[in-house]
């Protein structure tokens, strides 16, 4: 049954609202990345102006971005390997062997908030001289990506069927053998789903790096503040620094729509 | 054959000349496999919550190496009676969660209903939806810092077409809490759309025509048949969507910096904890806010799912 005339004029109406809201804030950040201060602060210039790439010079020289890029790719990168070196043995066993509690534990650390449990580590690390280095921002960001992890391919594994790894003992594997070599293999969408929105929260992770990292490791988006002064803000290099903050996760994140979608939405439709 | 299968599933390796350890290892790999894992997130987690709930008892300030002396309840006491920092922010972080949490479900819902169908474009407007949620919170808040600056913000120009007058935004003391939650809702609104359209699309279309060959109106249809049948996806966007607004910092630190603007008008539980760690360095008091803080989380979610089992029956 098509929708009548009339919905059909106010959902291509709301549709548009709905994208114009959504989008024109984030275009608006990006024009203003490629202005002068001087024309930021002409509403006249609003969206006549001649782009500069100023700013990106000054982000990428000055502010030695090139070097936070490095150190938040490198983090993001290596949290995303090890929480899916350790994640997936154990969403898989937790899934498997019906582990409620054990996973209860692990989803805990989705629920408790991160302050809570920063001064303590804060001192154990700084004890292991360990804070401002590469290893405790890793590790803390594994907190955040590990759980998500273990969330996400327990809902996979749930899903899908065993008859396979049966048949695979079946012709002689371990029970090891049979998750390395038929269970991963078949699950690389999930892992794929859960490696992509695991390594996007580690880039955009924020208090973590700002209370555990120093001015060698700090990660983009601790980097951003270098353009808020105390008495006046550098809004071209600001924008400069946000968008690229953002434009490159948001392209990825296109790419890969399908699998980003999958794993914000994963277990919602279970009940 | 079948009886091969069954002892396969029961957990021994069938393979001849299969070492003694492989045997071990594979027999015992409900565990080997979680432990990891697990001590990982235990180590970070129950023992730092643990001293932080001990801290919570203590006088320990300064630097996190200096004595303190054992107090008891004192800094709970102490806290529950402070009417200038604590309740103002218990109030600001439940307004904060409460007002957002109803924009993005009421917003949310909305938009679901309207990509729910097929239609010429929906792609675009998918991707569309997508950006604000995968942006970095600290840039976003940054990007919303200049739209909503009182001199040179687009905001302000928006509204002077339409002859209003210009307004402080997060600069004023009583519009910034309300501007970050505009921000919040920007931001997290597709995060709440996506899962109830993942939820709407997995519903199957029965109902909905024997609602429909019954005379049902559209809203009837709504109320009566889809609502009910989502409402276990409801739950589960209110719960993370829940949690996550409840320990919202990224984006008041941005627009606000620490302890909430000077007026404190954004300060939160989390923010208000975390500048009593690392700004004032009071270790006590703030695990006592922030053992609060968690028993708040817990109490919302116990209440959430335990409605949500009522539901069920």
Redesign the interface.
């Known amino acids: 049954?098509r929708?009548r005339p009339a919905y059909r004029v106010f959902?291509v109406v709301?549709?548009i609202v709905?994208?114009l809201?959504?989008?024109a804030?984030?275009v608006?950040?990006i024009a203003?990345s490629f202005k002068t201060n001087v024309d930021?602060?002409d509403?006249a210039k609003?969206l006549a102006f001649s782009p500069t790439i100023g700013n990106y010079a000054k982000v990428l020289q000055q502010a030695n971005y090139v070097e936070f890029i490095v150190n938040s790719l490198w983090v993001a990168f290596a949290a995303t390997v090890a929480s899916l070196v350790?994640?997936l043995?154990?969403a898989?066993?937790?899934s498997r062997?019906n582990?409620k509690k054990?996973a209860l534990?692990?989803l805990?650390?989705?629920?408790?908030?991160?302050?809570?449990?920063?001064?303590?580590?804060?001192?154990?690390f700084?004890n292991l001289k360990m804070v401002g280095g590469f290893g405790v921002l890793i590790?803390?960001h594994?907190?955040v990506s590990?759980?998500l992890v273990?969330y996400i391919m327990m809902g996979y594994f749930d899903s899908l069927p065993t008859e396979l790894e049966?048949a695979a003992?079946?012709d002689?594997?371990?029970?090891?053998g049979a998750?390395r070599r038929i269970t991963l293999p078949l699950s690389m969408p999930g892992i794929a789903t859960s490696g992509i929105l695991s390594f996007?929260f580690s880039?955009?992770n924020?208090?973590f790096a700002l209370?555990l990292s120093d001015a060698d490791t700090k990660t983009?988006?601790v980097a951003?503040f270098d353009f808020?002064g105390y008495a006046s803000?550098d809004?071209g290099g600001?924008?400069a620094?946000?968008?690229v903050?953002?434009l490159p996760?948001?392209v990825i994140?296109?790419f890969v729509?399908k699998y980003?979608?999958s794993g914000?939405?994963a277990?919602?439709?279970?009940? | 054959m079948a009886t091969i299968t069954t002892k396969a599933a029961r957990g021994t390796p069938t393979a001849p000349g299969t070492p003694g350890w492989v045997r071990w290892v594979d027999h015992h790999r409900k565990w080997i496999f979680a432990a990891p894992a697990m001590t990982f997130v235990a180590a970070l987690l129950v023992f730092p919550l643990a001293w932080t709930g001990y801290l919570s008892l203590t006088d320990a300030e300064g630097s996190v190496r200096a004595e303190s002396e054992f107090i008891g309840l004192q800094n709970y006491l102490d806290v529950l009676s402070d009417t200038e920092r604590f309740w103002p922010s218990v109030g600001r972080t439940a307004a904060f969660t409460g007002v957002a949490l109803l924009f993005e479900v009421v917003l949310g819902m909305a938009i679901a209903l309207l990509l729910w169908r097929p239609f010429k474009g929906q792609k675009w407007v998918r991707v569309a939806v997508l950006l604000p949620l995968v942006a970095t919170p600290v840039a976003v808040g940054m990007m919303w810092r200049l739209i909503f600056d009182p001199n040179i913000g687009l905001a302000n120009q928006l509204l002077g077409w339409f002859g209003i007058g210009p307004q402080p935004w997060l600069a004023g003391q009583y519009t910034a809490l309300p501007t970050t939650i505009f921000i919040d809702v920007w931001q997290w609104t597709p995060m709440v759309a996506l899962i109830l359209l993942a939820g709407l699309t997995s519903l199957s279309d029965e109902p909905q025509e024997a609602a429909r060959i019954d005379g049902a109106s559209t809203w009837q249809r709504f109320r009566h048949v889809t609502l009910p049948l989502l409402a276990p996806t409801l739950t589960v966007a209110i719960l993370l969507r829940g949690i996550d607004a409840l320990k919202t910092f990224d984006i008041l630190y941005a627009t606000k910096g620490r302890g909430g603007g000077s007026f404190h008008e954004v300060e939160t539980l989390n923010v208000y904890a975390y500048g009593l760690s690392f700004d004032y360095n009071e270790y006590g008091v703030s695990s006592t806010v922030l053992i609060l803080f968690f028993l708040i989380i817990i109490g919302a979610m116990w209440a959430l799912t335990a409605r949500r089992k009522e539901a069920k029956r």
Request: proline share 8%.
């Open positions: 049954m929708p959902r709301a549709l709905v994208v809201t959504l989008v804030p984030l608006w950040m203003a930021i602060y509403p609003a350790l994640g043995p154990a898989y066993s937790m062997f582990m054990s534990v692990v805990m650390a989705r629920v408790i908030p991160g302050v809570s449990l920063l001064v303590p580590w804060f001192y154990v700084s590790i803390s594994m907190f590990l759980p273990v049966e003992l079946v002689g594997l371990t029970h090891i998750f996007i880039w955009n924020f208090m209370v983009l988006p951003i808020v803000i809004w600001l924008m620094a946000t968008t903050v953002t996760i948001m994140a296109l729509q980003v979608v914000l939405t277990g919602a439709t279970k009940g």
